[in-house]
């Protein structure tokens, strides 16, 4: 009987806690709505960009409904850390205490949930970057080259994707199976180091060996954002703020080449009217103007597509605003600069070296955005907007970038990133550099703001000593402190984000000197991007290797 009443009892306080806790989550009405709303926004923006730049003649529903999905995924990785740092933070109450409903088990519960969210979410971008990605772009190379059976062309593809299968699979087993710590016991046997090997990995769950894989999926995202997001992010603000030439005076200048080129070939052909043929020198000159007066002829139809289309005219009435933000992007670009700068050099100066990866738990030299997101802490949830507005402006530079570039291996240029005109291969990397690149965002945000991202806005208590009447008396009183390195573990509730950067120490070390690589190259292209003219109002959308087939692609977008 004691027992069935204790049991009772215990389900009473189980129910009534969940009661409680679904009444301090709604307290933040219609959140389910809100995520709903925005996986949509998401989707509706991922397949506007993507049908933006295919190619009208060239896309497949395959390599769209892939890169549509790629970006998603990017994007809402991308979420997971302002969530799991608004988590950690929001169990514990200003003054430092844990909210009624936030026990161990309740905190345990909410670390696994955001733990899981990180296993689902990295687990489809191994799968995209390993497995479906690569296998869609050989089955479309394939496509291009041989005009045989559908069966044949996935069977050369999932070859070629078997290499990148044997990767994956390679990083999992290094993560999972080569120990962090190796015991000192040289008694041990092989049985025995074999058996501490599985302990290990039963002991954390795969997250060694996840963390492993998505570290070196994130050292490749590193080397992306150094080419891309560096030169992004001082490409698009001074875009912005230079505008482009007027169509209208383009094409005028355009029409004086095309007279220049006819007069040129005239003059040349007009040397065989008596019969007497060409020397090899002449029939090259008159062979190079002939394809240089195709590309001017497209570009005379493309300009006068822009110059009468409704975009052009919509984008000159917002030109004001187009240089607003322009100036705030310039600002929020040398602001992160700044502080990334102040942020490597206090692990410089203040870090173990080398051997730690460069980690410094604690800010000795603070910067801008570390003094910034504690006073945001104050008012709910600028500081959450704040860590959300940077990672998207992280995301959207990168993307600038890479269109501005194309799409590179080495000094070779693989593929050019268009509007309306982009090859459904050149969409699939772009997806996936952009995988890469989001992993690495994580990394960036830490090294900006190390506290923060560990422990959001935690407070924890701690015991003072107070004087009364002149002695010192241990009186039980508590203050709040905010939660740093020194702070209990019970106290103080780590992000799972923390957890996967840094389970290896080399990688941290890559990720410091990508850093001053990154810094630096933001300064290279902010010099090149100032000294640069105004951009064409066609840039990039007519080259000599174009088809005039590729005319309709863009009459068709700014009709």
Known sequence: MELGKGLEERSQRTKEKAVYIKADFCSYPRTKDY??????????????????????????????????????????????????????????????????????????????????????????????????????????EEKEEDDGNTCSQMKTAFKYTLGFITICAVLLLIGAFVPLDIPDKKNSTEWEKVKLLFEEFGSSHGLTALSFSISSLTVIGMLAAITYTAYGMSALPLNLIKGTTSAAYERLENTEDIEEVEQRLLRIKSKCRDGRPLSSRDRRTVQQLEERLRTLRRRERHLESIEKSWWTKFCEAIRPLKIVWGVFFIIVALLFTVSLFLSNLDKALHSAGFDSGFIILGTNLTNPLNMLLPVLQTVFPLDYILITTIVMYFIFTSMAGIRNMGIWFFWIRLYKIRRGKTRPQALLFLCMILLLIVLHTSYMIYSLAPQYVMYGSQKYLVQSNKTIDGQTRN?????????????????????????????????????????????????????????????????????????????DELSVYYR
């Open 35 to 140: 995520n709903y709303s925005f996986d949509l926004a998401i989707l509706i923006f991922c397949w506007v960009y993507v049908r933006k730049y295919q190619s009208r003649r060239e896309s497949e529903v395959i390599s769209t409904i892939t890169a549509i999905f790629a970006l998603a995924v990017a994007l809402i990785s991308s979420a997971l850390l302002p969530v799991d740092i608004f988590l950690v933070s929001y169990m514990k109450n200003p003054n430092g205490t844990f909210k009624d409903w936030a026990d161990a088990n309740v905190s345990r519960q909410i670390e696994d949930t955001v733990l899981y969210g990180y296993y689902t979410l990295y687990s489809i971008i191994l799968f995209c970057v390993f497995l479906w990605i690569p296998f869609v772009y050989f089955y479309y």
């Open 475 to 551: 009186v039980t009183t508590f203050i709040s402190k905010v939660c740093d390195a020194d702070a209990p573990e019970d106290q103080c509730i780590v992000t799972r984000t923390y957890l996967f950067l840094h389970k290896f120490w080399f990688f941290s070390a890559a990720y410091y000197f990508g850093n001053w690589a990154f810094i630096a190259v933001f300064l290279i292209g902010l010099i090149v991007s100032c000294c640069k003219g105004k951009k064409s109002v066609i840039e990039g959308e007519v080259d000599e290797d174009d088809s005039d087939m590729s005319d």
